[in-house]
């Protein structure tokens, strides 16, 4: 069992910069794959991105340049820094983890993208 916990969001201003945080229940050391997805309000959830246990990232196409996922062994912490927000970016961003096959998911944390 894996329990994620999602911090960081908020309401954020149009060019602005967000971190947010995922916090996992046991060692993220082995877990073979992580990321973030987000939905916003009557749209299908959408990758944002990912890292591998071996540390490769990928992005999505929409974010790529404007997003950083990382993660940290330490404190079993998975990162997103987000910067030049814009107002589609507005959703519930998630975070999930692949562990010995199972997919585990958190509750999410609202990124709000607005004057």
């Known amino acids: 069992q894996v329990q994620l916990v999602e911090s960081g969001g908020g309401l954020v201003q149009p060019g602005g910069s967000l971190r947010l945080s995922c916090a996992a229940s046991?060692?993220?050391?082995?877990?073979?794959?992580m990321e973030w997805h987000r939905q916003a309000p009557g749209a299908q959830r959408e990758l944002v991105a990912s890292i591998t246990v071996g540390g490769a990232t990928d992005y999505a196409d929409s974010l790529a340049g404007r997003v950083i996922i990382s993660k940290d062994i330490n404190t079993n912490t998975l990162n997103l820094q987000m910067s030049s927000l814009k107002a589609e970016d507005s959703a519930v961003y998630s975070c999930h983890v692949l562990y010995r096959g199972i997919d585990y998911w958190g509750q999410g944390t609202r990124v709000t993208v607005s004057t």
């Open positions: 046991r060692s993220i050391s082995s877990m073979s794959l």
